[in-house]
């Protein structure tokens, strides 16, 4: 099974940016602790973070026909992107859609969420471990 983990628009400060909200690990902490998973479960993965909604969008594209999975943080994305909403929709890949806060519990403008559109699952508010619970999912439906 290959997923491909997709992370958008300021995880790569994970542990600098609002530590209350995100945590104090890092990207690099996040990508380690999701590969360290996958090969216990025998998953090919590929992390991927991008500040710019179209890099985020053409990697989805690019899984189309070889990818089984896709986890996916969109970050600020989530509140604005029609553009990740149609390009998952496009692939047709089986996705859940990541938060590392408890997204429902915070600003009123964090309750949009285009990607859920397409999204098989939602997980908020585990942290970093609800990557881990994406996973998850999708090897169950596998």
Do not use: W
Not at 16 to 45: A, F, N, W
């Amino acid at each position: 099974m290959k997923i491909l983990i997709l992370n958008g628009p300021n995880l790569n400060m994970l542990g600098i940016r609002e530590p209350e909200h995100y945590g104090r690990e890092t990207y690099d902490d996040l990508v380690k602790k999701i590969e360290s998973y996958c090969r216990e479960k025998g998953v090919d993965c590929e992390c991927y973070q991008s500040n710019h909604e179209g890099c985020l969008v053409d990697k989805i594209q690019q899984a189309y026909g070889n990818t089984d999975g896709i986890v996916i943080n969109p970050g600020a994305y989530t509140h604005t992107s029609v553009a990740i909403l149609d390009a998952v929709k496009a692939v047709s890949i089986p996705t859940v859609e990541v938060h590392i806060s408890k997204v429902e519990d915070r600003e009123d403008f964090r309750q949009i969420s285009y990607i859920r559109l397409a999204a098989k699952k939602t997980i908020t508010g585990l942290g970093t471990d609800g990557y881990l619970r994406a996973i998850d999912c999708l090897m169950e439906e596998k």
